[in-house]
């Protein structure tokens, strides 16, 4: 079975850090790209992040560019998601995803990021 299980998530004031993770079963990790989405209240999900299957290649959305760094462990089947110099407007569900998952229309719980003073 399928599981993609996030989990880092909490309550952080602006300007500190948060460290995601998602662990991965039931699937083949180290062939697939990897994704980071995450869903702001009222707002449609949005994509954040994406690293490629051996870690070389990653690419980010320019709301986050040069404060979230992806990074994965293959032989952890765990992905991560580094944030720094969090802004209230980072508040959101953060879900990773890859896309034979995402295909399916496969979502995990997600894990809740708040960003406030």
């Known amino acids: 079975q399928v599981q993609l299980v996030e989990s880092g998530g909490g309550l952080v004031q602006p300007g500190g850090s948060l460290r995601l993770s998602c662990a991965a079963s039931?699937?083949?990790?180290?062939?697939?790209?990897m994704d980071w989405y995450r869903q702001a209240p009222g707002k449609e999900r949005e994509w954040v992040a994406r690293?490629?299957?051996?870690?070389?290649?990653?690419y980010y959305a320019d709301s986050v560019k040069g404060r979230f760094t992806i990074s994965r462990d293959n032989a952890k089947n765990t992905l991560y998601l580094q944030m720094n110099s969090l802004k209230p407007e980072d508040t959101a569900v953060y879900y990773c995803?890859?896309?034979?998952?995402?295909?399916?229309?496969?979502w995990g719980q997600g894990t809740q990021v708040t960003v406030s003073s």
């Open positions: 995803n890859t896309p034979p998952l995402r295909a399916k229309n496969y």
């Open positions: 690293i490629t299957s051996d870690g070389s290649t990653n």
């Open positions: 039931g699937m083949p990790f180290s062939i697939n790209v």
